[in-house]
T-cell receptor
Framework: DTAVSQTPKYLVTQMGNDKSIKCEQN?????MYWYKQDSKKFLKIMFS???????INETVPNRFSPKSPDKAHLNLHINSLELGDSAVYFC???????????FGDGTRLSIL | AQSVAQPEDQVNVAEGNPLTVKCTYS??????LFWYVQYPNRGLQFLLK??????LVKGSYGFEAEFNKSQTSFHLKKPSALVSDSALYFC??????????FGDGTTLTVKP
C-alpha cells in the first residue's frame, strides 16, 4: 500500500497551460511538503503545510498555489506554465516538522 | 540561515571497500540532520537521522553516520560497499517547523 502517492506520474503540456498535481498520504502524518528537483538533481523545498495550515512558503512564483483540503492531501496547482517549470515535483510527508520525511515517487513535468 | 554542503559530486568505491560520503552543515541551534538516498526515477528514501548525544548513528541497509559538532560534519559511512548501494545521496538539515535544506547530492558508484 503506497504511503505517499502522487498523480499523475508524468505530465506533458504546453506553455501557458494550467495544471494540477495531486498528493495523498496514508501515514497519518501532520506535515506535508512540495519539493522541486531540477535537471541537475538539486532539490528545493517549495511549500510546507501542517494540519492544513501553510507554514513554509519559499520564494516561489505566485503562479504556484498549494491547497490542502485535509491533512492527508496536498495538491499543487500551477498557472500559466513556463519552460522553466520543467522539473520533477515531489510530495513528502512527516509526522511533525523535525521528523524523517516520506517521499512520493515524483511527477515529471515537461513543458513543450 | 541554514545550509548544507556536500563537497563531492561523485564518489567511486570498489565493492567490499568502506565508503564515506561527506556532509557539512550550518544551522542555528541544535540540528536535525538526515541522510536520504534516491534511486533512479524514485523519490528520496530516509536512511538515518542524527539523535542528540549520539556521535555515531546507525541507519538502514548497514549505513551509519558520524556526527562531529566541532567540525559541523555529518558524514555517511558504510564498512563494506555493495554494488546495489550505487545511488544519489542527500544530506539534509531540518528545522522544527519542517523547513528542510538539502545538499546538492553525491552520486555514489560502487564497482564490482
Amino acid at each position: 500500500d503506497t504511503a505517499v502517492s502522487q498523480t499523475p506520474k508524468y505530465l506533458v503540456t504546453q506553455m501557458g497551460n494550467d495544471k494540477s498535481i495531486k498528493c495523498e498520504q496514508n501515514l497519518g502524518h501532520d506535515t506535508m511538503y512540495w519539493y522541486k528537483q531540477d535537471s541537475k538533481k538539486f532539490l528545493k523545498i517549495m511549500f510546507s503545510y501542517n494540519n492544513k495550515e501553510l507554514i513554509i512558503n519559499e520564494t516561489v512564483p505566485n503562479r504556484f498555489s498549494p491547497k490542502s483540503p485535509d491533512k492527508a492531501h496536498l495538491n499543487l496547482h500551477i498557472n500559466s506554465l513556463e519552460l522553466g517549470d520543467s522539473a520533477v515535483y515531489f510530495c513528502a510527508s512527516s509526522l511533525t516538522g523535525g521528523q524523517p520525511q516520506h517521499f512520493g515517487d515524483g511527477t515529471r513535468l515537461s513543458i513543450l | 540561515a541554514q545550509s548544507v554542503a556536500q563537497p563531492e559530486d561523485q564518489v567511486n568505491v570498489a565493492e567490499g571497500n568502506p565508503l564515506t560520503v561527506k556532509c557539512t552543515y550550518s544551522v542555528s541551534g541544535n540540528p536535525y540532520l538526515f541522510w536520504y538516498v534516491q534511486y533512479p526515477n524514485r523519490g528520496l528514501q530516509f536512511l538515518l537521522k542524527y539523535i542528540t548525544g549520539d556521535n555515531l548513528v546507525k541507519g538502514s541497509y548497514g549505513f551509519e553516520a558520524e556526527f562531529n559538532k566541532s567540525q559541523t560534519s555529518f558524514h555517511l559511512k558504510k564498512p563494506s560497499a555493495l554494488v546495489s548501494d550505487s545511488a544519489l545521496y542527500f544530506c539534509a538539515v531540518t528545522t522544527n517547523a519542517g523547513k528542510s535544506t538539502f545538499g546538492d547530492g553525491t552520486t555514489l558508484t560502487v564497482k564490482p
